[in-house]
């Protein structure tokens, strides 16, 4: 009971702080990874397909939300905290996914896209097209740690997973 309290009021706090987010920014993400099990199977793959938003509180600064379906769980969730650097465009982010139940640390990489600086050869397959340079979808290529339950009384809230690793790919949209 205490888990599902704290639960929603991560989610709570998220959507709250949300709402004094500077820059909204909606995502979909596709997602494989690796999960180290206290099961029969030491090692079992898992995929995602998540719909995220990540609200940014100043400009480095940020609150990260997803939602989406996966397998072998069928759904997960995870609401985490973060920092971008202003400079690079790189990210950091902690927090908890609510299922399978972990805590997680996750880095992000961005496109060359994000930074707007195009090639010519690109601009100019841009300009056939009547585009420019805006017009290109940005995204980013993010890595994840994470510690499950597996291996304590509360392991089922995590599907007997120790640990998962992770590489995903976002698209971002306005």
Not at 88 to 111: C, M, N, T
Request: net charge positive.
């Amino acid at each position: 009971m205490k888990m599902i309290r704290l639960t929603f009021a991560l989610i709570a706090f998220a959507w709250a702080s949300g709402l004094l987010a500077q820059e909204p920014s909606g995502y979909i993400e596709t997602n494989v990874g690796v999960s180290y099990t206290n099961a029969e199977l030491d090692f079992f793959p898992g995929i995602s397909f998540l719909y995220g938003r990540r609200m940014f509180l100043s400009n480095t600064s940020f609150w990260d939300a997803q939602v989406g379906l996966a397998a072998p769980s069928v759904a997960t969730m995870k609401v985490g905290r973060g920092y971008r650097s202003a400079a690079s465009g790189f990210s950091v982010s902690a927090g908890v996914r609510i299922w399978p139940a972990h805590v997680y640390l996750q880095f992000g990489i961005p496109d060359n896209r994000c930074s707007k600086e195009v090639s010519q050869r690109m601009l100019r397959r841009l300009d056939r097209r009547g585009k420019d340079s805006n017009d290109l979808v940005c995204g980013e290529w993010t890595l994840s740690v994470e510690r499950g339950l597996g291996g304590t009384s509360w392991e089922n809230l995590s599907l007997e997973s120790i640990a998962i690793a992770t590489v995903s790919h976002r698209w971002y949209f306005e």
